[in-house]
Structures are given as structure tokens and as C-alpha cells.
């Protein structure tokens, strides 16, 4: 699972605001000082990510109903 999550080819077609989503929110100072803004835009992207992942396998447990 972990290795689907991190897969470099949904993050190359992802959406490029998913990748930095919190850092949209935050002043342009803080973005380059705050170790903490940029560890939750990190989380904020694995968490998309396995959601997706989740939602992808249960589609498939589901048989695609």
C-alpha cells in the first residue's frame, strides 16, 4: 500500500495544488520559516493520496458497483 501511495506517476498527474494546498492559506514569510506549515502540506498530500488509494480499493472489493 505504502508503495501505491508514494507512486511517482499519480504525483506527476496529480494536480499541482494538492501538493502544496496548505502552503495556499499561509503568509509568504512563514512559508520559508515554518518547518511545521511544511510537514502538515506533506500530510495533508499522503493523507489525499491514501484516500484515494482507500477509495480505489473498495471500488474494487465492491466489483465496481
Known sequence: MIERILD????KYNPKY???YPMMFVDDD???K???IKYLT???F???RAT???D?????KDGGK
Open 8 to 11: 511517482p506517476i499519480f504525483i
Open 18 to 20: 494538492y501538493l502544496y
Open 34 to 36: 515554518s518547518l511545521k
Open 30 to 32: 512563514l512559508k520559508q
Open 52 to 54: 484515494i488509494e482507500i
Open 46 to 48: 499522503l493523507y489525499y
Open 42 to 44: 506533506i500530510a495533508s
Open 56 to 60: 480505489n480499493f473498495l471500488d474494487e
